[in-house]
């Protein structure tokens, strides 16, 4: 009964946890249930079978195996094997997901984490299927470096003058930090791990595409959400039309606030039940200020609302 109250706790509070932090706990997940495996096979004498289990779980360059394994599209982007490699990509996540949390809804940070691992998983097998250097190679891709890379590359195309604090190196503004970044990505293609690389470089094509996009007005996500609220929708046995917009709205939350902060069009309707004009107009402010100054420019009474609104709004 305990072990059950346990379970039942743990997922009521994944269940309230923010998206953000609903990714990181799925990858978190999957690592532990990975290395617990491990054991498991080292223990019962067959320690290699462990690879077996990857194999099921990692993108296979081989289109043939691929076809056989098509959900590896999705579950590469949730795995990771290395201690250094989940812990280097969920820090990198949070702090980035955290920013780009500030002007994007939950929706779409679900939607740009699984476009940036498919853009990465595509752009993985282009090169595999087409390129001379890897004709006769195989390889197997593992981990959410793609997922995460669209999103620091998004947040530092619409956030490019918001400025972080860095150890040893002091402040610097985000665009120059995903210039490094994509940098060494460009470096790596070279290295042991091109295969990894290059799906690097599809994340940030995705995120470029997306921040740029979203600049404009128009968001890449919002055609994919449509699908997987079509698809949900057919799982769940067809919704009437007024339950699929409360859904909509329970998981979307802000996205009509969004829209507004975006392309100066209100929609009809409040993105929220306790968050008023005054709040909405007070946080569009405080956000444009934020974009033009970074974080650190805003004053007590500034961050004080925006906290207050943001509660208001989740």
Not at 11 to 26: E, N, P, Q
Not at 94 to 115: E, K
Request: proline share 4%; with cysteine; net charge positive.
């Amino acid at each position: 009964m305990a072990a059950t109250d346990t379970l039942r706790q743990m997922l009521r509070a994944f269940d309230g946890s923010t998206m953000l932090m609903k990714i990181i706990w799925v990858n978190i997940a999957v690592f532990l249930l990975l290395r617990l495996a491990a054991i498991g096979c080292m223990f019962s004498g067959n320690p290699d079978f462990i690879n077996t289990i990857l194999a099921f779980i990692q993108l296979p360059s081989n289109p043939g195996l691929l076809l056989l394994r098509p959900w590896t599209l999705l579950t590469y982007m949730f795995a990771q094997y290395d201690v250094l490699h989940i812990l280097f990509n969920l820090l990198w996540f949070y702090w980035f997901g955290t920013l780009f949390m500030m002007i994007a809804t939950p929706r779409q940070l679900l939607a740009l984490y699984l476009l940036g691992g498919l853009g990465g998983a595509l752009l993985f097998l282009l090169c595999y299927a087409t390129l001379p250097v890897f004709a006769y190679h195989s390889a197997m891709l593992i981990g959410s470096s793609a997922s995460v890379i669209a999103i620091v590359t998004a947040t530092a195309v619409l956030m490019p003058d918001f400025r972080m604090h860095l150890l040893f190196i002091g402040s610097i503004s985000l665009k120059w930090i995903a210039i490094a970044t994509i940098v060494l990505v460009l470096i790596g293609v070279t290295g042991s791990n091109a295969g990894g690389e290059i799906a690097h470089i599809g994340g940030v094509a995705v995120g470029l595409l997306y921040g740029l996009r979203m600049k404009r007005g128009h968001d890449i996500t919002r055609p994919f959400n449509r699908a997987f609220d079509s698809l949900a929708n057919i799982f769940r046995g067809g919704f009437s039309r007024g339950t699929r917009r409360s859904w909509t709205s329970k998981t979307g939350q802000t996205s009509q606030t969004s829209q507004t902060r975006r392309t100066g069009q209100p929609n009809q309707g409040s993105p929220s039940p306790n968050c008023s004009r005054d709040d909405r107009e007070a946080l569009d402010a405080i956000l444009d200020k934020i974009k033009k100054s970074g974080y650190s420019a805003l004053t007590p009474q500034e961050r004080q609302r925006l906290f207050d609104v943001s509660r208001k709004i989740k």
